[in-house]
């Protein structure tokens, strides 16, 4: 196999997902633009705002699929992903997400996820303290806190949120089923396809947070959308798939309607 395919997610990969914490950021569309290649369009509301997330996932037995769970580790992941879509040759249009930065806690996690991952995993510090209903997860290495609670209680949206209820918050609550990766040299759009069982998102409350790496986007007028948890989830990657990305006229209509 050339080394350089090895970056192409070669396998699938398994893992139970013991919680994801998912923060979605309303950001004006031509702020996000920028950000993703050509051959992907952003998943936007009202054609006016488009979305970066922050989640946070504690992972259980991670291992390529198949293996044991002895031979999987635990790891802490963190990932920033702009929500998209892509039109494949074909026609299909499908809804999924771009990363723009990965870490974890663990060195391991970061050395194996870079060779087979294009998603450029750092390795940071991960604490986590709850206090009765209250959970704090901070990192002083990213500078990020969330701190959110985990009663009970009717959780209205994030002030702001620009939309009007949960229902139409949960459209936006992630994973989306598909995570693209583009090599501009090759004109090669990389699709890892996610399959997960029993995912019922609940909303959180959150009652404080800050992350220096959506700071450092440096975006303006944008808001928090939605929080949601979800627990107890298998979960497993498929192998990635390549095309080579056409601009077709299906492609062009897609970038006007999305």
């Known amino acids: 196999m050339n080394l350089s395919n090895l970056k192409n997610h070669p396998f699938g990969v398994e ?3 013991e919680s994801s914490i998912v923060l979605a950021f309303a ?3 031509e702020q996000l633009e920028p950000l993703i290649p050509d051959c992907l369009q952003l998943d936007t509301f009202q054609d006016r705002w488009a979305f970066v997330a922050v989640a946070m996932v504690q992972t259980k037995n991670l291992r390529p699929k198949g293996f044991p769970k002895f031979l999987g580790n635990d790891f802490f992941l963190i990932g920033y992903r702009i929500f998209v879509r892509y039109t494949t040759n074909q026609g299909k249009r499908l ?7 990965s870490e974890t806690d663990k060195k391991k996690m970061a050395f ?6 294009h998603y450029n995993y750092t ?6 303290v709850q206090n009765n209903s209250n959970v704090e997860i901070t990192s002083k290495k990213s500078n990020f806190k969330i701190n959110y609670s985990e009663d009970n209680e009717a959780v ?6 620009p939309f009007l209820n949960w229902k139409e918050a949960r459209r936006f609550a992630g994973p989306l089923p598909f995570t693209f990766t583009y090599n501009e040299n090759k004109k090669e759009v990389l699709i890892i396809e996610g399959v997960r069982q029993n995912w019922k998102p609940k909303p959180l409350k959150v009652n404080d947070y800050n992350f220096e790496f959506i700071n450092t986007l440096k975006l303006k007028n944008h808001k928090l959308a939605n929080a949601f ?3 107890q989830i298998p979960y497993y990657w498929k192998k990635g798939r390549k095309e ?7 492609n062009f209509k897609a970038s006007l309607t999305f």
């Open 95 to 101: 809804r999924g997400l771009y990363i723009i930065k």
């Open 15 to 17: 893992a139970f997902f």
């Open 123 to 128: 390795t940071t510090d991960i604490t986590r």
């Open 156 to 161: 209205g949206l994030p002030k702001n949120s």
């Open 27 to 29: 950001v004006p569309k």
């Open 244 to 250: 080579l990305w056409k601009q077709n006229e299906d």
């Open 229 to 231: 948890i979800i627990e």
């Open 112 to 117: 194996m996820g870079n060779i087979f991952t």
